[in-house]
Structures are given as structure tokens and as C-alpha cells.
């Protein structure tokens, strides 16, 4: 489609002839366009399809999500497209998600996509990244700035279509049993911190640790790790970790605002009559702003109960911590994009876009958020 002119889009919107499907596509909101030539017509035929997700069963917020998903799809087709959805380990193991879709084994499955790091390197870039973008600016990349393109492309040659399905805003910087005042505090520290802010731990003399998420408490308790990041207020506070760690630190470096995704099999999805499609696009656009809210609305409630009820003490990683951080993640991208060039090709347009949104932020998010009181 050829994009219109200023005068004319001006011209357009003030006598009301610029319908809004075609503001839509002329905005470049690609989540929303149809990409295959399956058949639109509308049949009664009923789909079944197998979700598989990365989270515990009926986890909060991101194994929720899953279900809302599932049901308003369902809601939405009237009863044509049914997805079952299993937890992790239900079906197959968590991190089995991704090839079991990939096969066929199963339709669509929930994830994050930092999680394929070892099949698909570029796969981080469209979750999180330290001192990286956070969840609107990661939104905007994704859904109107080239980022969704990109990801399609490479989930397309493991037979995939990647949907964004999510996102836990910024995270926190994780539950430590001694004070972080130098980056010589980190030498020899096992953490559980997965993705690439383990490699830049590592970098930082540190030893990231993986653990299940079921498996943190105890390995935190029994001094298999030394620290834990998880999420945010409201996880962290059911996961426990105050009853064992001395002090929450902020912020979360690593995770600014990391986005979750759906993964469905390309054949299967390009199969779907259209408006399936749409609708399964249509759910997860909803859910991409349902889990962004509920995680905003539910930190905000279990800050106060840490603070106030649990006397947990929250301290602030010094200026000069963050700094060299900083500078190991530099390195540590520059490893990964040096290697492969799909994540040098990735990388280059989520830096510019990165850069771009930081000049705009100086603006007006940051200057609006140092001119309040907070
Ligand atoms: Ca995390």
C-alpha cells in the first residue's frame, strides 16, 4: 500500500474518509495483518488445538494469561478454535516448549523467547536485554517499529510464527544476603539469573546459576546460591525469598522490561480460516496489555506489604555497580553479534530504535518522572 501524503492523511482524517482498518495498515501495525492466503471464508469447522507454556500450571499472571488467552479465544470464534492449554511439564518439560510446537507435537506455545537463546541467539533481542529497552519502548519496536518483521523471519526457519503475548515491565534486581557496594561484591557470587544477564555476571566474576523456579527457595536457604532474581513485588513475595535474603535490590538491569510470546506452528496457523487468525492476533494483543497492567497493578500492592509488613530492607545498586555492568553487557552483546550474524542483523535495528526512543524519553518520560515527587 502507498503511503499517503501528509496533506492528504490531514486532509483524509478531517473529512472522515480515512476508515480506521486502513489507518491501521498504513500505521504499519503488522501484528494485526494477515499474512498467508488461507481461506476466508467462515465454516463451521472446529479447530482443537494443544497449548503448551514454559510456566508452572495455573502459574500467576503468566500461566493465568495463558488461560484468559484460551478462553477468549474460544469466546471470540463461538466455540471454533478450543485451545487446551498444559503447564510446563504436563505435556512435555518446560523448555521443550519450543521443539514440540516446531514438530507439530503441539500448536502454539507460551513462552519468552530469550529462552531459545541456544537454538536462535537473535531469539533475546525480542525479550529482554540489559539496560535495554523497557516495556513500552519494547511494544513500540516490536508492533510499529520493525521489530515483528524481523522476528518472523527467524522464527520462520524453525517453522514458527512468533506473536507477542505479554510482558512483566521492569523487573527488580534481585534478594542478597550481603550489601553490594563494589563490583568486587560480585566476584564469586552464585546467582540465579538467567539469559544474558548471567553472561554479564559471569563477566563481572560471578557464576550464574539455573535453577527452576521451584527450586530457588531451597537452593537459596541450603546456600546453593548466594542470590536470586525472579521477577517483582508481587512473585517474589510468593515465592518467599524475604523469609531468607537480607535485601532487595533495585533496579533490574537485566530484565527492563521483557516481553513473553506465543509461538505457533506455521502450518497449522497459516491453515486457520482468517478471521481465526485475527482473532488469535486479536487475543494476544489483548493479553499483551492485560499482563502488562496486572503485573503494574499487583507490584504496587505487594511493594507496600514487603515494605510495610515483611520489614524488607530495599537498597539501590551504587552508580558505579550499574556503570560496569553496563560495560560487560556492551561486551557481552558484542560476543553475540560478532558470532551470528541474524543477531547482528536483529541487534543494529533494536539499538537504533533503542536510541531513538532514549532521545524521545529525555523529553518526556524522564524529565516528567525527575520533576515529580516520587
Ligand atoms: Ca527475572
Not at 492523511?9 to 478531517?14: C, E, L, P, Q
Not at 480515512?18 to 501495525?29: D, E, K, T, Y
Not at 519450543?98 to 530469550?114: L, M, N, P, T
Not at 506489604?305 to 524488607?312: A, S
Request: a neutral charge.
Amino acid at each position: 500500500m502507498k503511503p499517503l501524503s501528509r496533506k492528504n492523511f490531514i486532509k483524509g482524517v478531517a473529512l472522515g474518509t480515512i476508515s480506521l482498518p486502513f489507518v491501521i495498515r498504513s500505521c504499519g501495525a503488522d501484528n494485526f495483518a494477515q499474512q498467508s492466503s488461507s481461506p476466508n471464508v467462515i465454516t463451521n469447522k472446529k479447530y482443537q488445538w494443544k497449548m503448551v507454556t514454559t510456566w508452572p500450571p495455573n502459574f500467576p499472571v503468566l500461566g493465568e494469561g495463558c488461560n484468559l488467552f484460551a478462553e477468549w479465544v474460544k469466546e471470540m470464534s463461538g466455540g471454533r478454535l478450543e485451545i487446551k492449554v498444559y503447564g510446563g511439564g504436563e505435556l512435555v518439560p518446560p523448555l521443550q516448549a519450543f521443539d514440540a510446537v516446531r514438530s507439530g507435537a503441539a500448536d502454539i506455545g507460551s513462552g519468552a523467547a530469550y529462552y531459545w537463546a541456544g537454538k536462535a541467539p537473535a531469539s533475546q533481542f525480542f525479550a529482554s536485554v540489559p539496560f535495554g529497552m523497557n516495556a513500552q519502548q519494547l511494544n513500540a519496536w516490536i508492533i510499529s517499529g520493525g521489530g515483528i518483521e524481523l522476528w518472523k523471519e527467524l522464527y520462520g526457519q524453525y517453522n514458527l510464527v512468533p506473536m507477542l503475548g505479554g510482558n512483566t515491565g521492569v523487573q527488580m534486581g534481585g534478594w542478597f544476603n550481603k550489601e553490594i557496594n563494589s563490583i568486587a561484591d560480585l566476584k564469586g557470587l552464585k546467582m540465579r539469573i538467567p539469559g544474558l544477564g548471567g553472561k554479564v555476571l559471569e563477566k563481572a566474576g560471578g557464576s550464574p546459576v539455573l535453577l527452576a523456579g521451584g527450586e530457588i527457595y531451597t537452593g537459596l536457604e541450603r546456600g546453593i546460591i548466594d542470590a536470586t532474581e525472579w521477577i517483582g513485588p508481587y512473585h517474589d513475595h510468593k515465592m518467599g525469598f524475604y523469609q531468607i535474603a537480607k535485601y532487595y535490590y533495585s533496579p533490574g538491569w537485566h530484565e527492563t522490561g521483557t516481553a513473553l510470546e506465543f509461538f505457533m506452528n506455521k502450518e497449522r496457523y497459516e491453515k486457520l480460516p482468517k478471521d481465526l487468525q485475527a482473532i488469535l492476533q486479536t487475543a494476544a494483543m489483548r493479553l499483551n496489555i492485560w499482563m502488562l497492567s496486572e503485573f503494574e497493578a499487583k507490584n504496587t500492592i505487594y511493594l507496600a506489604k514487603l515494605i510495610n509488613e515483611e520489614k524488607v530492607d530495599i537498597r539501590f545498586y551504587p552508580e558505579e555497580v550499574l556503570t560496569q555492568l553496563r560495560e560487560f553487557t556492551e561486551q557481552s552483546i558484542s560476543d553475540i553479534t560478532s558470532a551470528d550474524p541474524f543477531s547482528k542483523k536483529v541487534y543494529e535495528s533494536y539499538d537504533k530504535f533503542r536510541k531513538q526512543a532514549g532521545d524521545w524519553s529525555k523529553l518526556t518520560e524522564k524529565a516528567f518522572y525527575n520533576n515529580i515527587q516520587i
